[in-house]
Structure formats: C-alpha cells, structure tokens
C-alpha cells in the first residue's frame, strides 16, 4: 500500500486507541504519552506473564480476543507466533480498524478473521486455545456468561484484564458505564470485585493467579495505581508456578491505600 493511501485511510477513522507504526514510517495519530505507556506497561504486565507460562510463545496455539477493538493485542498475539486469532467487536469501526492494520502489517490472511457483533450472541463454532479477556469483563452485565462462552471454545488458558470494585468480598457491584457507546446489550455492569473473578474462575474449573502489578511508570495508569484495576492469569492444566509475583495485597477503597501507607486498616476489612 502507498503511504499516501495508508495516511489517508488512517485519517479517515475519527479517533484510534492504539499507537500502531509501520514501516513505511507512518503511523495511528496517537501521541499522548500516558496512552502510549499505559499499554506498554499492560503489555509487559499481563501479556509477558500470559507468554511466561506458555514457553516464550504462542506457537501452534489459536487465540480468541474478546472486544478486539482495533485489534492491538490480536497483533501482539499474531506477533508471539499464534497459529491463528479472531477477534470480535461489537463496533464495526474497530473491526475496520484491525482489518486494516493486519493488512498493512502483511499478515496472512489465513492467520486471522476480524468479524463485528455481540460476543453473547455470537456463534462460537470454533475451539480456542487461549482467549483475552481484556477490558470486556467490567463492561458486562452477564459476567457468569463470559465464563459459559469460554467454555464453549474449550480454552486452556485465559487472560483477564478488568476494573474492579473496591470492596474486599466476593459480589459484584451494579454500577454504569461512563460510556454508553462501550455498551454489550446493557449500559448498567456488574463490576466485579477481585475475590469475585477469583471464584468466577474456580467454578468454571480454572486454576488463577492475580498479577501483582510490575509498572515502572503509572502515567496513564490511574485506575491501576488506585487499585482499582487488575489482571489474572488462569489456566484449566497449564503450570502456572512461574507467576511467582502473585497479587496479594487487598483491593480496598483506594483511599485507604492513600492514607493508610501500611495497610492496617485494609488488612482490618478482610
């Protein structure tokens, strides 16, 4: 593709969430520096630990990334070596949007499928080796659901990356996106709590670690350094010892954090 068509085709999306470049010099018009870094701290965060416990790579695995967006992590997934990955978004311009960045990456066609729709009423007719839940399960009302449709694909191991409430039992908070547009069926959610997606996971028969958070710069990153966010790792078989910086700490109101540095009275509300 000419650079000229690329910038143009670029241009003509209204807004990108994710900085990709390419070679020919021209990339997605994102520049703020807390954008940038808070997806490259995710990335080394829970996409490291994701390839930690599957040998480095994601060889002769198939993905499936749930609310794909412009496809980012489907690229980083094509880019650890993964067979195959589909990603689903329920805006068509997200789905564009990945269509024409593995287009001007040159991936191989049959490496991957981008496809618009409703992950709950989606037909899932494939079987998955690891699915990215990335982002999608604090935008839900149906979070027991998002657990049934991974087991419908049959995955081994999943990567959740989720807001959370600040309480420190195990319930889901009803709460309402602050974007409406980011909707799956409902703007009112089901915000879980840590303890929450823990025991989600174990019912649906999945080992699980939360990730102790590892930024060296929280710019851009203010729910996490609030703890109101985390990642987890969960595998059905797959070793998950090499986890070894597992989050312990509890997830109370963030401003206990604040003001209590040693955590005494959050240890209080366990």
Known sequence: ME???????????????YKFEFDNGVSTPVTSREVINRHEQRRRYFFDALLS???GSLRGRRV?????NAGFWSLHAIEAQADFVLGVDGR???????????????????????EEGNVFAHDFDERFDVVLCLGLLDQVA????????????DAE????????SPASSSFFEVSRLYDPRNAIEYPMVF???????????????FNIVPLAHNMTDYAGLTDYERQRRLAFICAK????DELTRAESRSFGPWWLAKADPRGVLQRLLR
Do not use: N
């Open 237 to 240: 078989s797959t070793p998950l």
């Open 142 to 153: 149906k979070p027991v659901e998002v657990f049934e449709l991974i087991a419908q694909v």
């Open 64 to 68: 499936l990334d749930l609310g794909c």
């Open 3 to 17: 650079t000229e068509e690329l910038q143009d085709r670029i241009a003509a999306f209204p807004r990108w969430h």
């Open 53 to 55: 416990v599957t040998g």
């Open 157 to 164: 191991i999943v990567v959740i990356d989720t807001g959370l």
């Open 92 to 114: 068509q311009m997200f789905i564009d949007q990945a269509k024409l960045v593995f287009e001007t990456k040159g991936i191989e066609e049959s490496r991957y499928r981008f």
């Open 191 to 205: 915000l879980p709590t840590r303890q929450a997606v823990i025991e989600l996971a174990q019912q649906f028969g």
